[in-house]
């Protein structure tokens, strides 16, 4: 065991855990967070998935020791129900999602890509959502939710809420 | 209680504190009791239906408190389909009060009625209709309305409740709210059949898209998922399965583990081996260490020839849907005989989230905290396992990943309870990767023979049907804790196969179920039809034969199957007799609402009348062919209308599919939330996608070999993704039926037609992989 420091949704805690924890197990065991999950342990479906640097990173496959002192980003680290991010509004917004289980793999994923690259195409978006899995099928409603924000970003209105635009009846991806 | 809770945390709420908070008095009742008043043995099948046996007592269903607010107990859970805002929904639109007066306690044994299992898309048909949740709630308006009328001295018709309260009609000022008509107390009544439903046309909740309640906290990270409940004490555990099939534990080194950081105990029950430490890494690095002696796995059947060996088992389950007793008659005398064999693979549910519980089982009280579709029967069973009463054991809902059916939800539940039991503190336990792919219950694998007769113009006389399946443990229901692998492995029997042959006479009315007769048989037995179609002789026989691998309900079990089966075929008809595929099913079919799916998604899709295959496309130019494909059900024999068209293109040289365009129609009577209702059908169209081209349960020697997501791939976010038009057919005054798994019934078909169509090979197996695509274009004469 050893006392290491971490920097998570920009509140410093010390946890006392074996350093080769992988840092899901203390996001979720040890400061009990909600929004990343484990979905295979082996970096393969996304539900997992933190912010690190801006960089979009499976938190199952990385031991806790080789984050200390790096600022981390979860799901909730976003927004919250009252006041959530635009893209989690935009997700929202769209009912972009159904037992929501992947949605730390989606948004945390679709969330760094444009921080990154601010006018990502449809096909860099895929490119980035490769290898996240929602099993329920919001496939269609999810990549239309981050276009969705990636448009009110470029139009520079990032807090600005949506009209809902759940009930379309027509989607395209 | 604050509308502003999450569902979890409403829920989280005790019935005693609800009690306390709201000034209601809640009636608690057992379920024994109740199979008891309804002359049913408890334990009886009745009495273990998929959807319990309810309860009569308005009390058990609705509570109002003297502050007006409004809690509802439903035995029908979320799994992610929306039921929990559509219940919501319901409750304020039946008893007339603002949706955010409304909480709603969903699935535990301490307080819900006991409604089963949430599956089979029941849970419209047993709360929305003339029963359970929604007559309470009609039962409850009409006693207001009553008691308002005594304290008003108004008479009744001149009475109406809008807004929590009941006033004059026409005078608004004489207005009584609920809260204060029953003063905190309970109902002391029975549910009422002749309570009045509130009509369609009257709905301002119901039948509107309200978003989701519990999207907000599920996007910002804030939703309690089963992986998320922690209780003090807790502790971690981690199962140690058999490394292949059939194999049996020899011994357990408990010294190979000893001295690691926070072990707390090696436990061994039977076969089932499991470690608990303090820390879930301690836990997984302990079952990693722990040196396990088992026997050798039993040698699996050669997955290459796997369904011959399926079709030549001789101890079988035989099973008559419809027989005429004229088939063989007719197809000997057809002008034409067509025959066709299709075959499906096991598949499996592959949650993206393992299964999880937590148990806290000391002495002889047990809670457990579970994503299971059946709290009432994880309860019995549950009890079982642990050597305790039902009444001693406590399940309570939480929602996990997805299911899609029976997934690990019951088999991670046994696996917290026993780890719990042996040491006396709470325990969750969470499934590797692994251990779950490896040992779920997939969906069966299916070989389906059939054969037509033909008259002389075409139209068919005669169809013979004949499927093989596999089965293997399944739901635990009530009484069968073997039938997942921990309760096997702890020791208790799967419910196997018991043969019988020849099957008996079809007796009864005709029971669809699991969309064995075709849509376009008549299903008549004893003189009764209760099929959609107009073929009257008609012969449906089914075998079932023992599973080397658990088997159980996965999203549209048999349903899918068999529909793959009936529509592939259907479409290899009307192209035998040059005829256009949607006009010739239109031909078979007399059910009106059936045909009206049909027809409406041809006319969305702008469906190109002409027979399959489609011819000169210019694909030889550009190695793609495109076409289009149908496939209609009615989900369950009476549970949901829908209709497919998929268009797709094929890469001749590859066999690649994409999916480009995919149009359903769904008539699933009166539509409790469009939106949601639609985000069913494209998630339907896009697991039906993934199935149709991808999935495939796989093994070598004596072990599953589809064991992540590189051995078992399904559709990724990355993956291409058709258009996905809908249309609802909306039936206000009709029984309402299942909407979330009609389209993904009808996909793999439908793509299965639109390849035929582009190509005019034809592909008898899916899934659809491009070898086989590849396979069916080389084999084209």
């Known amino acids: 065991m050893s006392v290491i420091r971490l920097t998570v949704n920009g509140r410093a805690h010390t946890v006392d855990v074996d350093p080769t924890t992988p840092l899901l197990y203390v996001l979720s065991d040890d400061l009990e967070l909600r929004g990343p999950k484990f979905g295979c342990g082996l970096g393969q479906c996304g539900a997992c998935t933190v912010i690190l640097k801006g960089e979009a990173v499976r938190s199952c496959s990385i031991p806790v020791q080789s984050v200390a002192g790096t600022e981390i980003t979860t799901l909730e680290g976003l927004g919250s129900p009252e006041n959530p991010h635009p893209i989690q509004q935009s997700f929202i917004d769209g009912q972009a999602m159904q037992c929501g289980f992947c949605i730390s793999g989606v948004i945390m994923t679709a969330k760094a890509l444009l921080d990154r690259t601010p006018n990502a195409t449809e096909a860099q978006i895929r490119q980035a959502l490769a290898n996240v899995l929602c099993r329920c099928g919001a496939n269609l409603r999810m990549i239309a939710a981050i276009k969705r924000y990636q448009q009110q970003r470029q139009a ?3 807090s600005a809420r949506t009209e809902r635009a759940g009930a379309g009846e027509r989607r395209t991806a | 209680m604050s509308s502003l809770l999450t569902p979890d945390a409403r829920a989280a709420l005790s019935r005693r504190e609800f009690v306390k908070r709201s000034g209601a008095l809640v009636v608690a009742f057992s379920a024994a009791r109740f199979a008891t008043d309804l002359g049913l043995a408890p334990g009886s099948v009745s009495a273990q239906g998929i959807n319990g046996v309810g309860s009569p007592n308005l009390d058990s269903w609705i509570a109002v408190g003297a502050d007006g607010r409004v809690t509802a107990y439903t035995g029908k859970c979320e799994l992610g389909t929306g039921l929990y805002t559509a219940q919501l929904q319901l409750v304020a639109e039946e008893l007339s009060v603002p949706i955010d007066r409304v909480t709603l306690i969903q699935c535990d044994t301490s307080m819900t009625p006991d409604q089963g299992t949430t599956s089979g898309a029941q849970s419209h048909p047993s709360n929305f209709n003339h029963a359970n949740l929604a007559l309470a709630c009609a039962t409850a308006r009409e006693a207001f309305v009553q008691m308002a009328s005594k304290r008003l001295g108004v008479p009744i018709e001149q009475l109406a409740a809008a807004d929590g309260a009941v006033a004059v009609r026409g005078d608004p000022s004489r207005r009584v709210p609920y809260g204060d008509l029953l003063g905190g107390n309970t109902f002391n009544l029975q549910l009422n059949p002749k309570a009045r439903r509130k009509p369609a046309s009257e709905w301002t909740v ?4 309200v978003p989701r309640v519990d999207f907000p906290a599920i996007a910002t990270g804030r939703f309690e998922y089963v992986h998320n409940v922690r209780v003090p004490g807790m502790l971690h555990g981690r199962v140690v399965r058999p490394p292949a099939i059939g194999a049996t534990l020899v011994q357990v080194d408990e010294g190979s583990v000893q001295g690691m950081p926070g072990l707390v105990k090696v436990v061994v029950r039977k076969n089932f081996v499991g470690v608990v430490a303090d820390k879930p890494w301690q836990a997984e690095q302990a079952a990693r260490r722990l040196k396990v002696e ?14 011959q060996h399926l ?12 027989d005429s007793g004229d088939v063989d008659t007719m197809l000997a005398g057809a002008a034409t005989v067509l025959r066709s064999t299709y075959m499906h693979p096991y598949q499996m549910h592959a949650s993206v989230g393992t299964a999880c519980a937590v148990a806290d089982v000391q002495g002889t009280r047990a809670t457990i905290w579970s994503a299971t579709q059946a709290v009432w029967p994880l309860r019995n069973t549950a009890a079982t396992l642990l ?16 299911c899609y059916g029976v997934n690990g939800a019951d088999t991670v539940s046994y696996d917290a309870a026993l780890l719990s039991q042996a040491v006396g503190r709470p325990v969750r336990v969470s499934l590797s990767r692994r251990d779950e792919m490896s040992w779920e219950n997939y969906g069966p694998a299916y070989i389906i023979e059939q054969r037509v007769g033909l008259d002389p113009g075409g139209t068919i006389v005669a169809w013979d049907y004949e499927g093989w399946s596999l089965s293997l443990g399944g739901r635990p229901g009530y009484n069968a804790p073997g039938n997942v692998v921990s309760g096997r492995l702890a020791g208790f029997q799967p419910q196997g196969v018991q043969p019988r042959s020849p099957a008996p006479a079809p007796t009864g009315a005709l029971d669809n179920g699991s969309n064995t007769v075709p849509s376009y048989c008549t299903g008549a037995i004893g003189g009764s039809s209760r099929g959609t179609g107009t073929v009257r002789s008609e012969r449906v026989l089914s075998h079932v034969v023992l599973s080397p691998f658990f088997t159980g309900p996965l999203r549209s079990p048999a349903r899918l199957q068999n529909t793959f089966a009936h529509e592939s075929f259907m479409d290899e008809i009307a192209a035998a007799v040059k005829a256009d595929p949607v006009e010739y099913r239109l031909r078979h079919l007399r059910d009106p609402r059936l045909r009206e799916v049909v027809t409406a998604a041809a006319a969305k899709a702008g469906w190109d009348r002409r027979p399959s295959p489609r011819n000169g496309n210019g694909s030889r130019r550009s190695g793609v062919a495109a076409g289009r494909g149908m496939a209609c059900v009615l989900y369950e024999g009476d549970n949901g209308y829908c209709a497919l068209v998929a268009e797709v293109e094929v890469n001749l040289s590859t066999g690649l599919v994409t999916v480009r365009r995919s149009v359903a129609a769904m008539d699933c009577g009166p539509v409790s939330n469009p939106d949601g209702a639609r985000n069913q059908m494209e998630g339907g169209i896009i697991h039906g996608i993934s199935r149709a081209l991808r999935e495939e349960v796989t093994w070598s020697g004596d072990r599953v070999t589809s064991v992540d997501w590189r051995t078992y791939r399904p559709w990724f976010l990355g993956d291409p993704v058709p258009v996905i038009e809908t249309v609802l057919v909306n039936r206000p005054d009709a029984e309402a039926m299942g909407a979330g798994e009609t389209t993904v019934t009808v996909t793999a078909a439908a793509i299965g037609n639109a390849i035929f169509d582009a190509t005019g090979a034809r592909v008898r197996q899916s899934p659809f992989t491009p070898e086989r695509v590849k396979a069916a274009l080389e084999a084209r004469t």
């Open chain 1, 156 to 158: 520079g209105v990032p």
């Open chain 2, 206 to 209: 119901l039948g509107t898209s």
């Open chain 2, 294 to 307: 088992w026997t050798a796995g039993t040698p699996l059947p050669d997955q290459r020839t796997f369904h």
């Open chain 2, 311 to 322: 079709r030549s088992q001789t101890a079988t389950r035989d099973a008559l849907s419809v």
């Open chain 2, 387 to 402: 050597g305790l009463k039902p009444q001693e054991v406590r399940i309570i809902f939480r929602m996990g990943s997805g």
